[in-house]
């Protein structure tokens, strides 16, 4: 079989570095015929490595939907806000679509996009990477065994890391829901999504709290500076120093300021980007830490907690059954038997490819989806990201507003009455398999 064609919108940190390099490795699957970059360097770049003619390369998605259909595939990885016009036109012209979450920060767009994408009798895959991991397959798989009876409650924590919260939530693309998305959206939306799978049950109402608790000019300490670099009183003494993080173990994670990784252009590159401000004095305004609690149709329950205040970058679960107990972290689940006392612990081969071979894995089941398509919905479509997307906008709604309890179904209906979309259709609880 020949490989499947794709154009990348976006060769960011997502497009470039997470998905696109299936195609290097499995050139037999996939080949990347186009590129749009703003960034000449980055795209460049990308065109070089995956042998793309210069006028296959362009400065805009606009330029690339001008053009006849040039593949098999769109994959979609620009900014959060930067989701929906390409998307619709991309489907509008006949391409399966790959799309980065979140799918938008307006929930209008994302039913749109999810509508789009039946009438085009086209994929629309959202990259929910975590269902594709070894870890959490291997706890739906013991869940739909009925090893635990039925799910009564689940807790996921979401360690964001001090590190990370810094660097992309406060200094970085995603630290103001103005140009980008909430904290529960762009970062959380993952937790949303693998709740939702996990229970197979409506999510019918959630209450939120959180706040923008540290990451602001009130805790600056005295003698800070607007940079670190700027003669801060006060850098060696901080966790969240740019120069320790990017000149030392965090240096990798330069490539989003510069593609020089010389220590000179890192040093360059934190006088002059928004890596290098002091995370007291830069325009942030998501939460630093968040509390969502979720009511399902069945009557069972799910509390999430994200922090940015942690040492590690990590998920943890535990899953309370009628007839046992699961417990998830890093590379092991446990499973508690109430009647033999049985406890089983499974360790799990964690993939070297991104998010514990969630990215591959993604990558891998879309790929055969598209070439074997004859109409349906993959197993993190549209229909199913809509939902879970529908949780983290209603848990936002109910933070902003005090905690008060919202429910699904009647903030589905508003966000319809204001849609373009089709006014029969509704907002129903429809999980998909793959």
Known sequence: MKPLTAVLLGAGSRGARSYAPYALDYPHELKIVAVAEPDKERREKFAQEHHIPAEQCFASWEEVLEQPQLADIMMICTQDRMHHEPTIQ??????????EKPMSPDPRECIEMEQAAKENNRLLTICHVLRYTPFWSTVKRIIDEGRIGEVASIQLNENVGYWHIAHSFVRGNWNNSDTSSPMILSKSCHDMDILSWLMDQPCVRVSS??????????NAPEGSADRCLDGCAVEAQCPYSAPRFYLGDGKGWAWHFTQDASREA???GLQTSPYGRCVYKSDNNVVDHQVVNMEFANGATA??????????????????????????????????DFVTKEKNEISIHVPSSGHGGGDAGVMSSFISEVRTYTGGESLTSAAASVRSHLMAFAAEESR??????????????????ASSVRKDRSIGYRETSK
Do not use: P, W
């Open 209 to 218: 709290y959180g706040s923008l608790m540290h990451f602001h000019s009130g």
């Open 400 to 417: 902003l507003n005090k905690g008060r309890s919202i429910e699904i179904a009647e903030f589905g209906k508003h966000i319809m009455a």
């Open 303 to 336: 509390t999430f907690s994200m922090c940015g205040f942690t040492m590690e970058q990590e998920r943890i679960i535990q899953i309370m059954g009628t007839k046992g107990q699961i417990s998830g972290h890093d590379d092991k689940i446990v499973v508690h």
């Open 90 to 99: 991309s489907l509008n012209k006949g391409y399966h679509v790959l799309l």
């Open 266 to 268: 890192i040093v360059k």
